[in-house]
């Protein structure tokens, strides 16, 4: 699936080096994960988040993020002054690194207690996001043509803030309403994982 995503994604983008700079996480994350899965596999419910914020990131790639179709449909519906599809790659941007950061630190025994492990996640997931926020800044310093397709602002002056904001939203949702079905795929992993030593 992910492959006729990007595949698709890659057809006549609207801005090439825009769509570049989205998709690069996607193909690095993809490398990644080919090369650690057979040495450590990660939860179904980690892969299929992945998946999921991977085609986000493709779709925002190939119509730059300000002008996803749907959501210009949801503009004029629901009376929004901008396309807010970025809104939605920002909460993955939280909700994802948190499970994957959830899941490496209970297997790698990392942090102890539930709520110092909660903390951490999403100290780790605001810096990540705050991090990207002064990716996007350099981007547009360097090149000012890639700007505002990769910036995705709009004309919105709190959009760093906002960003950073989902990516918070997105964080505790994943923290909150998957913890639970993570913990039980974890267990079952963690059991696969000591029967084949």
Same mark, same amino acid.
């Given at each position: 699936?992910?492959?006729?995503?990007?595949?698709?994604?890659?057809?006549?983008?609207?801005?090439?080096?825009?769509?570049?700079?989205?998709?690069?996480?996607?193909?690095?994350?993809?490398?990644?994960?080919?090369?650690?899965?057979?040495?450590?596999?990660?939860?179904?419910?980690?892969?299929?988040?992945?998946?999921?914020?991977?085609?986000?990131?493709?779709?925002?790639?190939?119509?730059?993020?300000?002008?996803?179709?749907?959501? #210009?449909?949801?503009? $004029?519906?629901? @009376?929004? *002054?901008?396309?807010?599809?970025?809104?939605? %790659?920002?909460?993955?941007? /939280?909700?994802?690194?948190?499970?994957?950061?959830?899941?490496?630190?209970?297997?790698?025994?990392?942090?102890?207690?539930?709520?110092?492990?909660?903390?951490?996640?999403?100290?780790?997931?605001?810096?990540?996001?705050?991090?990207?926020?002064?990716?996007?800044?350099?981007?547009?310093?360097?090149?000012?043509?890639?700007? #505002?397709?990769?910036? $995705?602002?709009? @004309?919105? *002056?709190?959009?760093?803030?906002?960003?950073? %904001?989902?990516?918070?939203? /997105?964080?505790?949702?994943?923290?909150?309403?998957?913890?639970?079905?993570?913990?039980?795929?974890?267990?079952?992993?963690?059991?696969?994982?000591?029967?084949?030593?």
């Amino acid at each position: 699936m992910l492959v006729g995503v990007f595949v698709w994604s890659a057809v006549e983008p609207k801005d090439r080096i825009t769509w570049l700079l989205e998709v690069f996480p996607v193909i690095i994350g993809v490398g990644v994960l080919a090369l650690t899965y057979n040495r450590f596999r990660l939860t179904q419910l980690v892969y299929v988040l992945i998946l999921l914020h991977s085609i986000v990131l493709l779709v925002g790639g190939h119509y730059t993020y300000a002008e996803v179709p749907l959501f #210009e449909e949801m503009k $004029g519906l629901f @009376g929004f *002054e901008r396309n807010n599809f970025d809104k939605l %790659g920002h909460f993955m941007q /939280g909700l994802v690194p948190a499970m994957i950061a959830r899941e490496l630190i209970i297997r790698l025994n990392i942090v102890q207690g539930r709520n110092w492990r909660s903390f951490f996640i999403v100290c780790f997931c605001l810096a990540l996001s705050a991090f990207y926020e002064l990716l996007e800044w350099w981007v547009a310093l360097v090149s000012e043509e890639a700007a #505002e397709a990769f910036l $995705g602002m709009q @004309g919105y *002056e709190w959009d760093t803030q906002s960003d950073m %904001g989902y990516a918070l939203i /997105g964080a505790l949702t994943g923290l909150v309403f998957l913890s639970g079905l993570h913990d039980r795929q974890l267990k079952e992993c963690l059991s696969k994982t000591a029967r084949s030593s």
